[in-house]
């Protein structure tokens, strides 16, 4: 498999971990995020050890070199695929991520689509990943499955949240649900950070490993996620060659679009129930730990 980003080196495969620029989005009042725009935002998450950014509309870059960027988009038919690679190659992103479709297409429809992907791709030299999202084309994993059968040259970015919490994956048997979804796996070539409850798309946690307080049911899904995020790396690293590189993105959003919850404060004002900021910097510790774990695996599998 190819088509991974690049960084033209010799190096083994490798992870980094940016940000989604619309993390910083619409922030709460009690966030660690000292509210810098520009430039100063720039050196302040790499400083925060953050190794790029996926460019939402939070963040204008101003031309800037302080980290890579890569950017996003949604692709609704194949004639608009153009304008969006065109668009993103003409910044400087180094990648994209796609939404494709709204999910109500034929898999003749999917398949237009994919292949405008794939052929824009290649000719703008700029890797594409396909996210795992709802009202999108991969929005259900039977199909998405299907897809990789088809064309199995197709890349995701996967954000498993989507499916953890939009197909309930813990209502039935989890671990064979993994299983079945390892060609989805073995095609990761980016990831957006989110973590999900059972019931509801963005689910804090405390700490990188104790179970989350909010977790008051079975399902631990602190650990569903690492498992998933753990599978999803070793797929990468699998498939992957020298100089390619996984992004990891926190993409924790904002309430205003219904992902952060709200509850009110003890004045009676609905806020946040968390710090995104705080958030995705325990996601960059988590992801670099996952892949540790996936490395360390992978080096005793060969001893």
Partial sequence: MTNYLNDGSSDPPKLKV???????????????????????????????????????????????????????????????????FAQCSERGDSCITLHLGWGMESDSEVDLLVEATLSASKKYQLPAFIETHRATITQDMWRTVELTKRIPEVRFNADFSHYYCGQEMVYGDFAAKLDFIQPIFDRVGFMHGRIAAPGYMQAPIQNSSDRPLMAVGEPNYLEHFKEMWRRAMKGFKKNAGPGD?????????????????????????????????AQALLYRDIAL?????????????HE
Avoid: M
């Fill in 289 to 301: 730990e996952c892949f540790r774990h996936v490395q360390l695996s992978i080096n005793d599998s």
């Fill in 245 to 277: 590189t996984l992004v990891f993105s926190p993409e924790l959003l904002s309430s205003s679009i219904y992902y952060a919850r709200v509850f009110p404060d003890a004045h009676g004002t609905l806020a946040e129930e968390s710090d995104r900021y």
């Fill in 18 to 84: 940016y940000l989604n620029t619309d993390n910083l989005f619409e922030l709460p009042q009690h966030s660690i995020w000292p509210n810098l725009k520009g430039d100063a935002a720039l050196e302040r998450l790499k400083e925060d050890g953050f190794e790029g950014v996926q460019v939402g509309g939070f963040l204008n870059l101003h031309n800037s070199q302080i980290l890579p960027h890569c950017g996003l988009g949604r692709i609704n038919t194949p004639e608009e695929t153009n304008e969006v």
